[in-house]
């Protein structure tokens, strides 16, 4: 996502209440089936249907030719998922998840009823006043955001009530001025597509039509780029348009959504569009500053992407990456350019971005960072993101898909960076960004080449706050803004405090743990999931906080973005599943945590 994401039920009577949450959370697993869908065609529109508003505005510039969606057998990819999963064949284990898993639905579960009473139909509930908030359109992005989710949780009812709802939203008004395209795409299209994957009810595709039609307008451009900040009264007025300058992952994370959407109804006017940005991306992917990777800042109207120095994986950048994997296993495999983009982009990532910090206890750990192209070459810049902690996720399911195993080290220890940041902070929740000292012997560097140096750390702190670390006193300047600035160990500077309820570290974790089956990720998610709702539990909901470095509780903001019940929550509700509920051999997830059917035969 751009920046551009305990209560003791049952105290009195431990042993009841221990066989009652087994024997609820028993039959409700039994009951959650998924049907699989692939290939099915109930609920389609049909063919009599009125064409939307968006698709009867006039069109300035008509695309020369659509180009149809790739056909043929699908690759057959090796399975994604572990073979075994040991937490499953521990009683005790299986126990321990399944209450867990309940009390991550009573979280989601009390969130949504506050929602639905007091923010029914807005974009976002604000939950400490209990108002609203509608920075996506006012169409509801929560109502359509948490859909799959509520299938997935098995809150049947609620969703039944949440697509009638739905189904009535009326995307050709709005009191926004202007649109974000990216957002508009990754949360509603993405929302209403996978809660059709899931449920198979029309009037879900039918929306989702609805909101192609109309991001498909702002394709409507003289070389058909995507605007991505969009003045969409002025397109609905029949006024012209060009692409202007945007941020990568505004136009890089169309191609998902837009390719199920022709999937799904047959007409491949949406892959097409996107596709016309993936062959830009192909094109200029070798001629950058950091060749394999693109700038921050591509250029619609040029439909320029190789000009600009900053490279990062995490605000701005981020799912542009993310869907090139996640492409290829969304069509099968019957469009090679996706696997070999982001082969090139893996590679360039981990030689020039992915460091490994120097932490106190010599932890073997890697960060996923930024780079400059400079004068001399390429320069690390070695901040941490949250938004930067689905990389490991992203490269363990790269890795099977693709064979290579290679990868495999890198993204376990990427996902355990995250894991360690989390717990590094004084109430085991991870700050937005930071600084970390890095190895000065690189990434790949053995243990010897990395032991810890508190000295070379007070050092870089000195240096990232544009002092001379040479000078007279120095160490007692360091000693001085490491206490200011509530630094812990290894940090050398913290750039923003919050925790915003984001998914990306959970997602990692989940991700890796339905690859290796390795049971201390879900124990680690527990501990995650404990920590974040300690200090963003409200009585309504969940509330983003300002500084977890605080030494006294957090305080919290009056925001909950819809992506906490959409991907966080779902996140942490998948790791204490079944593994085959929503199985990676089965599904991906777009960027916002929405399942779509991968291509079975
Ligand atoms: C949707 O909103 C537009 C603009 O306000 C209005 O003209 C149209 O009748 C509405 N459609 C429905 C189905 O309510």
Request: charged share 25%; with cysteine.
């Amino acid at each position: 996502m751009l920046s551009v994401r305990r209560r003791g039920f049952f105290a009195l009577f431990p042993a009841a209440a221990i066989l009652l949450l087994f024997l609820v959370t028993y039959l409700r697993e039994g009951v959650v089936t998924v049907p699989k869908l692939s290939g099915r065609l109930g609920g389609l529109p049909s063919g009599d249907e009125e064409p939307t508003f968006w698709a009867r505005l006039p069109v300035h510039y008509p695309p020369s030719h659509i180009r149809p969606l790739p056909t043929g057998k699908p690759v057959r990819y090796p399975r994604v998922q572990a073979a075994t999963f040991p937490v499953e064949k521990d009683p005790d284990a299986r126990a321990r998840r399944r209450e867990r898993r309940a009390i991550v639905r009573d979280v989601f579960h009390k969130a949504w009823l506050s929602y639905r009473e007091l923010a029914w139909g807005a974009d976002e509930l604000a939950p400490l006043s209990g108002g609203t908030k509608n920075p996506f359109g006012g169409w509801g992005a929560t109502l359509v955001d948490a859909l799959d989710t509520l299938w997935i949780m098995n809150l049947r009812p609620e969703f039944d009530e949440a697509v009638a709802r739905a189904a009535t939203i009326n995307f050709t008004s709005t009191d926004l001025p202007e649109l974000n395209v990216f957002e508009t795409n990754i949360r509603y299209l993405g929302g209403f597509l996978s809660a059709y994957d899931l449920s198979g009810d029309g009037r879900l595709l039918r929306k989702a039509v609805e909101v192609g039609d109309m991001l498909y307008k702002a394709f409507d451009t003289p070389n058909r780029m995507p605007i991505a900040r969009w003045d969409l009264h002025a397109a609905a007025r029949g006024a012209e348009q060009v692409a202007g300058k945007a941020l990568l992952a505004e136009v890089a994370t169309l191609s998902m959504e837009f390719t199920r959407l022709s999937m799904l109804t047959g007409d491949p006017k949406w892959f097409d569009a996107v596709q016309r940005v993936a062959d830009a991306m192909a094109a200029q992917q070798d001629s950058t500053a950091l060749p394999g990777l693109w700038p921050l800042e591509v250029d619609g109207k040029t439909a320029v992407f190789n000009s600009g120095s900053v490279f990062a994986l995490g605000a701005m950048a981020d799912s542009a990456y993310e869907y090139l994997p996640k492409m290829a296993a969304l069509t099968g495999g019957r469009l090679p350019v996706y696997r070999r983009m982001y082969e090139k982009a893996v590679d360039a990532a981990v030689k020039h971005n992915i460091f490994r910090p120097l932490t106190p206890a010599d932890e073997d750990i890697l960060i996923a960072g930024n780079a400059h192209a400079k004068e001399h070459g390429i320069e690390l810049e070695p901040q941490g993101q949250h938004l930067a902690c689905f990389w490991g996720g992203m490269m363990a399911l790269a890795a099977r898909l693709f064979g290579r195993d290679e990868d495999m080290e890198p993204a376990r220890k990427l996902v355990e960076g995250c894991i360690w940041t989390y717990r590094a902070f004084p109430h085991g929740v991870m700050a937005e960004a930071f600084t970390m000292a890095p190895c000065p012997a690189g990434a790949v560097a053995g243990d010897d080449e990395c032991r810890w140096d508190e000295a070379a750390w007070k050092r870089e702190v000195l240096r990232r706050a544009g002092k001379d670390p040479d000078a007279a006193g120095s160490d007692a300047e360091a000693d001085a803004i490491i206490k200011k600035d509530r630094l812990p160990e290894g940090f050398t500077s913290i750039s923003d405090r919050a925790y915003v309820l984001r998914p990306e570290a959970i997602e990692s974790i989940f991700v890796l743990y339905r690859v290796t089956g390795r049971e201390d990720l879900p124990e680690a998610a527990w501990d995650m999931f404990t920590a974040i709702d300690r200090v963003t539990s409200t009585e309504l909901a969940n509330a983003a906080v300002r500084d977890v470095t605080t030494p006294e509780t957090p305080e919290q903001k009056d925001s909950m973005e819809s992506f906490w019940l959409a991907e966080t929550l779902k996140y942490f509700y998948l790791i204490f599943s079944d593994p085959e509920l929503i199985s990676l051999d089965e599904y991906v997830f777009n960027t916002e945590a929405h399942p779509f059917l991968r291509p079975l035969k």
